[in-house]
């Protein structure tokens, strides 16, 4: 194909900071570039028209930690990179509020339940052991009085004991993104869907290959690639499918705020009247570590047992379901990967499934290295 010389002059031209994923750490990264250096030429390219990994399909979570998950992560890293990831996620939400706004974003800071059934009480003993130790350590990081709180009492059927984090909220997905890219396109950042990389070579002068066998010119590659890394460097990142269904809307809801299960594997909330719940990842592990952006009927089944069970109490009709694609650690690891791959060729990834709260730290601390 000829280009015109539109195309060729304004659309595709050389830049001086090119950013793969259109995502919320992409397209703040791009944010944060240009208010650094109002004249450089920034571009963000997507395979997608925009960020449809996980940044336009998570359940609008703005959560940094419940005490099991802390617990599990425990066993698989050191409390220092655990504990350094909480405050990450926490700080991420204090700037994604500051920044954008809480009524552009429709942040509320409702709070979290954790809830514990009789299946997971030896989970409930453990979690209440720790938890002084625990709230001193956060105490110490956040800056934040007695994060969690135990509770015995809980409306929803089976529940034996909740654990309460005040500080959570929840956010419109849909609202933060549209906010967030039309700041980007209000600082002249150069956004273009529908071009995925294949590959690229240089040093000085980057040039990266597409599928769509255009050709960009630029002097800084940002790889913001998430959950799809793996397609293009070799790191410590697997895909990892998220399932979510949406219920009818309800004269009286049976819950309200956010609520946490089973190690953070599933979670839920209210809104516009219904429940979203999502999760079950743990259910068919093996077939959920993929990055294919589809339902699947095994998990999807099993989210409506326990919404019918476990939240509503009486069957519901689900009217949405969708599934979004997160980048996990394949060793368990869930902080940050921001690293130098090559001269003037960066990484931001492995968001670990809480990129709403990560996504404003990260795209900080990779413009930190770039500078």
């Known amino acids: ?33 240009k208010e650094k250096h109002p004249k450089a030429s920034i571009a963000v390219i997507d395979r997608h028209g925009w960020g449809l990994g996980a940044s336009t399909r998570n359940a609008g979570f703005g959560c940094f930690a419940n005490v099991s998950e802390i617990l599990d992560d425990l066993k698989y890293d050191t409390p220092e990179n655990v504990y350094e990831t909480i405050s ?39 979690a209440i052991d720790s938890l002084q130790g625990i709230n001193t350590i956060l105490s110490r990081e956040l800056d934040l009085d007695r994060v ?51 590959d690229w070579n240089g040093e000085t002068q980057i040039t990266v290959k597409t599928k769509q066998k255009i050709q960009l010119e630029t002097n800084n590659l940002i790889l913001c690639t998430n959950a799809f890394t793996p397609n293009l460097v ?11 269904i949406v219920s009818e809307q309800m004269d009286q809801l049976p819950i309200e705020g956010l609520y946490h299960y089973d190690n953070g594997y599933y979670y839920w909330r209210d809104i516009d009247n219904r429940i979203l719940l999502g999760g079950a990842r743990n259910y068919d592990s093996i077939g959920e570590t993929t990055d294919k952006i589809e339902t699947s009927d095994v998990i999807i089944s099993e989210l409506k047992r326990f919404m019918e069970e476990q939240i509503t ?8 379901q969708w599934s979004g694609i997160m980048g996990m650690g394949k060793s368990k690891q869930k902080m940050p990967i921001i690293k130098k791959l090559e001269p003037h060729v960066f990484l931001a990834a492995r968001l670990g499934g809480m990129g709403v709260a990560l996504s404003a730290s990260v795209a900080e601390d990779i413009l930190e290295m770039i500078v």
């Open 1 to 33: 194909m000829n280009f015109s010389y539109w195309e060729k002059e304004y659309l595709i031209s050389p830049s001086d900071y090119l950013i793969v994923g259109m995502g919320l750490v992409g397209l703040q990264t791009a944010i944060n570039l």
């Open 313 to 320: 109490g009486r069957p519901v009709s689900v009217e949405y």
């Open 234 to 244: 070799d790191e410590d990142i697997s895909p990892c499918r998220g399932q979510v």
């Open 88 to 126: 990450k996620r926490y700080h991420g939400l204090i700037k994604l509020q500051k920044k954008f706004g809480d009524h552009n974003i429709d942040y509320q800071t409702k709070g979290s339940i954790e809830i514990f059934t009789r299946k997971n009480k030896h989970e409930l003993h453990e």
């Open 148 to 198: 969690f709180t135990y509770k015995s009492k809980c409306l929803l059927p089976g529940v034996i004991g909740t654990i309460h984090n005040e500080y959570e909220g929840q956010l419109n997905t849909g609202k933060m993104y549209r906010t967030i890219y039309r700041y980007a396109q209000s600082l002249n950042i150069n956004l273009i869907g529908g071009l995925e990389v294949l």
